[in-house]
């Protein structure tokens, strides 16, 4: 009972820190701060127009924003539990944190596969990119695998595909055949949308499979929440 109480401590801290930084950076889109307009990468694409709504067009902050979600709700289930309300952490939620672990990691190798070689690793990881493209990942995806334990069935894991298949159907709509977003992402360089939109699900896939089978042995050698 002690360690499943310092489990949900530890996690409930970790979920907790992750959503304020989380929200933090979000926040400061509709705030000019320096710190962040001399840094970030938002604001050295000034073709872009990042600022206010705009952000939320991009994955890296609908990402964040969704382990937000998922945070804040293990930080109820942790404390229902250290208080000895309930004798464990539901499923649910795990498999929420899940799903967000791996939109995370689609957000997190997409800086270090594609910004970092086109834009620059330091501006692609400095600001709140430092936070939302490395910190909040690392974060997520280690409290997920080595705290937060449970079962996630194969069928629910296919869950973790759901960010990335409706993002990009919007992405796509309003790029490709509405033509109302720049096409950040160049996913439709030279039309070839189709082959790039097949990719996103094809790697998302694969680092959901990974994620899944490294949090299924984790959560067999370790007692779970």
């Known amino acids: 009972m002690r360690r499943l109480r310092l489990n949900n401590t530890v996690s409930l801290l970790i979920n ?3 959503a304020i930084l989380i929200i933090t950076c979000i926040v400061t889109f509709f705030y000019k701060i320096s710190y962040f307009s001399e840094l970030d990468l938002f604001v050295k694409l000034k073709y872009l127009k990042v600022k206010g709504t705009n952000v939320f067009r991009y994955f890296t902050i609908d990402s ?7 945070c804040l709700v293990l930080v109820v289930e942790n404390f229902l539990v250290i ?5 464990h952490v539901s499923s649910w939620a795990i498999t929420l944190k899940y799903v967000a672990a791996v939109a995370l990691g689609v957000t997190f ?21 430092l936070i ?9 995806i280690s409290s997920f695998l080595y705290i937060e334990k449970g079962e996630i069935s194969f069928f629910h894991s296919f869950m973790s595909i759901l960010p990335t ?3 990009g159907i919007v992405y796509m709509i309003m790029v490709v055949y509405l033509k109302e977003w720049k096409d950040i992402y160049f996913l439709n360089k030279n039309g070839a949308w189709a082959i790039s939109f097949t990719a996103m699900h094809v790697g998302t896939i694969l680092i959901g499979i990974i994620l ?7 959560t067999r050698k370790i007692n779970p929440l």
């Open 16 to 18: 907790l820190v992750t």
């Open 64 to 70: 964040n924003i969704l382990a937000t979600i998922a």
């Open 83 to 87: 208080i000895r309300k309930k004798d």
């Open 109 to 129: 190798i997409t800086s270090l596969a594609y910004l970092g070689p086109t834009a620059g690793f330091a501006k692609a990881f400095a600001g709140r990119n």
């Open 132 to 140: 939302l493209h490395l910190i909040t990942p690392f974060l997520v």
């Open 165 to 167: 298949f409706f993002y």
């Open 212 to 218: 899944w089978l490294l949090h299924r042995q984790l």
